[in-house]
């Protein structure tokens, strides 16, 4: 079974609008931490937001926020009053808390196009 | 600079020829990871570091590669004998330790082309 599912290959989203950009994860660890990546065209990875799978209030940062629905698996980013600038990919990635196993595990991405 | 980085950026080489790509790490990040990421897809797990630590090598797709970290710092991600598979962008990235929480700050990659 994938770890990471982002199910949106690609959105086109109006300016101003908000835009929520989906992901669920597998994990039988009942510790673990959930990030979401931007990766402009320039190719770096941008850190975002992060959930921890204990933390009782839903991630905020700034525009960002992450709808964290623990019961369902789901780690979804919602941005607020999207811009221009907000086209990119995004990836939502995870960390599971076997020590010694601290790679970030990657969905495959969501494609998005913000539209003037 | 403060963030992680590179060198080189790009690299053109021929199948068969070996590559190197190095990754210098965020001062005093003692966790250090290999990541690669082929056209359209998300990052793949190669790699990782940590201290004086044995590697986690489980990600390696072959033993045609190899990685070492010289003195807790720099890191060298070697390919041997390069397939035209291998064409990817190899990213690196480091953090400041180990557990849930350590963000990875990542460089901005080496995009290795396998004529």
């Known amino acids: 079974a994938q770890k990471i599912t982002q199910t949106q290959p690609g959105m086109f989203v109006q300016e101003k609008e908000a835009v929520t950009l989906d992901c669920t994860y597998d994990?039988?660890?009942?510790?673990?931490?959930l990030f979401w990546y931007k990766q402009p065209s320039s190719g770096e990875m941008i850190f975002l937001i992060y959930q921890g799978s204990y933390d009782q209030q839903n991630a905020t940062e700034g525009r960002y926020s992450l709808n964290f629905q623990k019961a369902r698996k789901s780690a979804n980013l919602v941005i607020s009053a999207s811009q221009l600038g907000d086209s990119a990919m995004y990836f939502c990635?995870?960390?599971?808390?076997?020590?010694?196993?601290?790679?970030?595990?990657f969905g495959t991405g969501t494609r998005l196009t913000i539209i003037p | 600079g403060a963030g992680v980085s590179q060198s080189p950026s790009n690299k053109v080489t021929e199948k068969g020829k070996d590559v190197e790509l190095r990754c210098d790490p965020i001062s005093g990040h003692t966790a250090l990871y290999w990541y690669r990421q082929s056209l359209g897809q998300g990052l793949e797990f190669l790699i990782y570091f940590q201290g004086n630590s044995a590697p986690d090598k489980s990600g390696l797709p072959s033993d045609r590669f190899s990685a070492e970290r010289t003195g807790g710092s720099v890191s060298t991600l070697t390919i041997q004998r390069t397939q035209q598979e291998d064409s990817a962008v190899y990213l690196c990235a480091s953090s400041q330790g180990q557990g849930i929480y350590n963000e990875q700050f990542f460089g901005p990659g080496t995009r290795l082309t396998v004529l």
């Open positions: 990635a995870m960390r599971e808390t076997n020590f010694g196993n601290e790679k970030l595990t």
């Open positions: 994990t039988s660890d009942p510790s673990y931490g």
